[in-house]
Nanobody, 125 residues
Framework: QVQLVESGGGSVQPGGSLRLSCAASRYTYSSYCMAWFRQSPGKEREGVAAISSDGRTSYLGSVKGRFTISQDNAKNTLSLQMNSLKPEDTAMYYC???????????????????WGQGTQVTVSS
C-alpha cells in the first residue's frame, strides 16, 4: 500500500513563502507522475504542479513563476516551494501519485491513484 504524507503547511502573510514536502513510502514504480493539488471550501480540487519520473514539470497557470515542484528520488520526497504567496493560494494542499508510462504529467485529479491526507496553507494579513 502506497503511503503519502504531507508536511510544511501553515499560515503566512501575503508575499511570504512556504515549502511543502511529501514523503512517499512503498512506492516502487519506475515510471510515474507525482503532483500537488489544492482545494478550497466550495471549490473543486485543482492541480497545482506535477512532475514526471524523468523530471518534466507542469504548472497551473496562476502559479507559474511563483511555485516550483521538485523531487528527491534518493529520499522518496516530493516538494513544492511556494513564493510570493497570495490570499487566493489559501487551500488544503494534497500530494498525489500515479504509475504512468512516461511523458508529461496531467493536472487532472481523476488520473491519480494515491493521495495524502493534506496540509493546510493559509495566506492572510
Amino acid at each position: 500500500q502506497v503511503q503519502l504524507v504531507e508536511s510544511g503547511g501553515g499560515s503566512v502573510q501575503p508575499g511570504g513563502s512556504l515549502r511543502l514536502s511529501c514523503a512517499a513510502s512503498r512506492y516502487t514504480y519506475s515510471s510515474y507522475c507525482m503532483a500537488w493539488f489544492r482545494q478550497s471550501p466550495g471549490k473543486e480540487r485543482e492541480g497545482v504542479a506535477a512532475i514526471s519520473s524523468d523530471g518534466r514539470t507542469s504548472y497551473l497557470g496562476s502559479v507559474k513563476g511563483r511555485f516550483t515542484i521538485s523531487q528527491d528520488n534518493a529520499k522518496n520526497t516530493l516538494s513544492l516551494q511556494m513564493n510570493s504567496l497570495k490570499p487566493e493560494d489559501t487551500a488544503m494542499y494534497y500530494c498525489a501519485a500515479a504509475p504512468v508510462g512516461g511523458g508529461w504529467c496531467s493536472l487532472l485529479p481523476q488520473l491519480y491513484d494515491y493521495w495524502g491526507q493534506g496540509t493546510q496553507v493559509t495566506v492572510s494579513s
